[in-house]
């Protein structure tokens, strides 16, 4: 036993020997760092969920580092609001907190900080990212600073070293407005697709209402008549196949909006007694959006219904329109009934 721990103390002492001085110091510091973020006090901070060195936020030539936390907050980090204001370090601490503290107090900027930028500053949010502490502010704060020496410059209230301050705030605040601080940060750090998915909730209220409203004739009977036309099936006074309530979902329902098909299921579903749905779906939809919405891409489709030819014809054309958004797929061309 002795001898193999030997051995195995060998091959360890040969791999230190073989590696550099900079990886034997990552390979510490690394340790270090998986210490210090199992502490418990350490584990309380909110932690980087999205974004990266590597990804900053880019306005023209600028690169500033960004991150979204686990609580939702966008924030930038301390030296990264320096860069962006062409602002040096000076002697601050926790990467620029006082500095720029220090110049929001000054008489030249303070009298045109709102209250907002005031406790924006007051203290800096600690974060984890990458297994290292870091520092920043909610990403609002730009624009808040920017409008600030802005205005201070409009009073001609900022001294000479402030004045190329006021040139980089203008180029920001121009930066903003076209895109907004919020859309920028959540595109750098690749948050943009979870933020899409949680603001499909907001989307779907729009078009989706928890009250009933007692539509009739919704749905142009003219419609289904080409759909049989399409098929080659025998019209039978509106009498429909089941699979035509496949159709329904397929090519309106689950191209509206993402989402919608979904949540009509969730929010109607099939009775386990008789298998049927207690209301109509379009009964949810809302008399702002949601129904306009249908009632328009309804007559759409009995357009392209009109000027096709085969079945097929139609549903390709329908299927390059408007994409499918959910969770239908199509039934083979040659289904019947």
């Known amino acids: 036993m002795s001898d193999e721990k030997s051995i195995q103390s060998m091959g360890g002492d040969a791999r230190k020997a073989a590696l550099t001085p900079e990886q034997r110091s990552e390979i510490a510091r690394n340790a270090a760092n998986a210490k210090w973020e199992k502490s418990p006090a350490v584990q309380k901070l909110p932690k980087a969920t999205h974004g990266s060195?590597?990804?900053?936020?880019?306005?023209?030539?600028?690169e500033i580092p960004c991150y979204v936390l686990d609580n939702g907050q966008r924030v930038i980090t301390q030296a990264g609001v320096l860069a962006a204001l062409d602002m040096s370090p000076g002697t601050a601490t926790k990467g620029g907190g006082d500095r720029i503290t220090n110049f929001v107090s000054t008489k030249s900027i303070n009298p045109f900080a709102s209250n907002n930028l005031r406790e924006m500053i007051k203290d800096a949010i600690k974060f984890r990212a990458q297994g290292n502490m870091a520092y920043g502010y909610e990403a609002t704060i730009l624009p808040e600073i920017c409008d600030a020496v802005l205005e201070a410059?409009?009073?001609?209230?900022?001294?000479?070293?402030?004045?190329?301050?006021?040139?980089?705030?203008?180029?920001?605040?121009?930066?903003?407005?076209?895109?907004?601080?919020?859309?920028?940060?959540?595109?750098?750090?690749?948050?943009?697709?979870?933020?899409?998915?949680?603001?499909?909730?907001?989307?779907?209220?729009?078009?989706?209402?928890?009250?009933?409203?007692?539509?009739?004739?919704?749905?142009?009977?003219?419609?289904?008549?080409?759909?049989?036309?399409?098929?080659?099936?025998?019209?039978?006074?509106?009498?429909?196949?089941?699979?035509v309530g496949h159709y329904t979902n397929d090519l309106v329902y689950d191209r509206l909006t993402k989402g919608m098909l979904e949540e009509l299921k969730r929010i109607n579903p099939k009775s386990a007694e008789t298998g049927r749905r207690k209301h109509r779906n379009y009964q949810f939809l809302t008399p702002e959006i949601g129904y306009p919405a249908l009632n328009q891409r309804l007559y759409e489709l009995l357009g392209m219904a009109r000027a096709s030819v085969t079945w097929e014809q139609f549903y390709r054309l329908v299927d390059k329109t408007y994409p499918r958004m959910g969770e239908t797929r199509p039934l083979p061309f040659a289904e019947d009934v």
Do not use: C, S
């Open 153 to 243: 410059r409009n009073a001609l209230a900022l001294n000479h070293q402030q004045k190329h301050i006021a040139k980089q705030a203008e180029i920001l605040v121009r930066a903003f407005a076209r895109v907004g601080i919020i859309a920028l940060v959540d595109e750098a750090t690749g948050f943009q697709e979870i933020r899409d998915r949680q603001a499909l909730a907001e989307i779907l209220k729009k078009y989706i209402d928890g009250e009933l409203y007692k539509w009739t004739e919704t749905f142009p009977l003219a419609l289904y008549k080409e759909i049989f036309r399409l098929k080659g099936w025998a019209w039978n006074n509106g009498k429909m196949p089941q699979v």
């Open 53 to 62: 060195p590597d990804r900053p936020l880019r306005i023209g030539a600028l």
